[in-house]
């Protein structure tokens, strides 16, 4: 099965530009996660997605970051304005979703590496 | 709220040396463990995972990791490991129920030399 596309693969922007960054699930995955990947550290969730619902979004900058996932199937993630500290990889997952509680695994994008300067 | 812990950031063997990578999390309740591996220029992908049963988990490529449940500890281990295995490696908790949220550790990178 083709596995979680993303585009662009890089970018470098000046602050205070606009960036924004697409992902293609798996086929059938109910669920999409956006996360950022700061240099030396782990991922972390910036917005969960089940189906175009967003269900966690509390570690999503609201000021400058905005995300969507029109009609369940493909998201695009928006920095506006960026920062300088917003330089990280930004990855995107998606995993199959088989009702609360019940446990599933994530499989992921390549990743955008953006570079604010 | 839960956490992950990764001692180790950096490791560097020798091949034919063992391996152990260390993750404890924080969290009072049932989990789900995960350690997956990025190698270089590769994207990020699932190496093994506990949900339930036996403790003892075994992945892709040799690696195994042992749930002990009174320490919060998941480690990872290789008997033997190559060259091929040099990767970063990230344990990931997220706890049952609701929308599952994940949570990573900071990662370890692991050098093996040749």
């Known amino acids: 099965e083709a596995g979680v596309a993303q585009s662009p693969r890089y970018k470098i922007i000046e602050k205070r530009q606009s960036v924004a960054f697409w992902c293609n699930p798996i086929?059938?995955?109910?669920?999409l996660y956006w996360y950022q990947q700061i240099l030396g550290q782990g991922p972390k969730l910036l917005i969960q997605?089940?189906?175009?619902?967003?269900?966690?979004d509390s570690q999503l900058p609201k000021d400058r970051f905005s995300a969507e996932r029109l009609k369940g199937v493909d998201s695009t993630l928006k920095i506006q304005p960026a920062k300088l500290e917003d330089s990280a990889v930004y990855l995107c997952?998606?995993?199959?979703?088989?009702?609360?509680?019940?446990?599933?695994?994530?499989?992921f994008g390549p990743g955008t590496r953006l570079t604010v300067t | 709220a839960q956490s992950v812990s990764q001692h180790n950031h950096h490791v560097i063997l020798s091949e034919a040396a063992s391996l152990e990578l260390g993750c404890n999390y924080s969290?009072?309740?049932?989990?789900?463990l995960f350690w997956y591996v990025q190698y270089p220029g590769q994207h990020l992908q699932l190496l093994l995972k506990?949900?339930?049963?036996?403790?003892l988990v075994k992945g892709i490529k040799g690696f195994e990791a042992e749930f002990i449940k009174s320490k919060f500890s998941f480690n990872l281990r290789k008997p033997s490991v190559q060259w091929s295995d040099t990767a970063e490696y990230f344990c990931?908790?997220?706890?049952?129920?609701?929308?599952?949220?994940?949570?990573f550790g900071i990662g370890t990178k692991l050098q093996v030399i040749p």
């Open positions: 997952a998606s995993s199959t979703y088989r009702g609360q509680g019940n446990s599933y695994e994530q499989y």
């Open positions: 086929s059938g995955h109910a669920t």
């Open positions: 997605f089940q189906n175009n619902g967003v269900v966690d």
């Open positions: 969290y009072g309740g049932t989990v789900n």
């Open positions: 506990y949900f339930s049963g036996d403790p």
């Open positions: 990931a908790v997220n706890a049952p129920g609701g929308y599952q949220k994940v949570t």
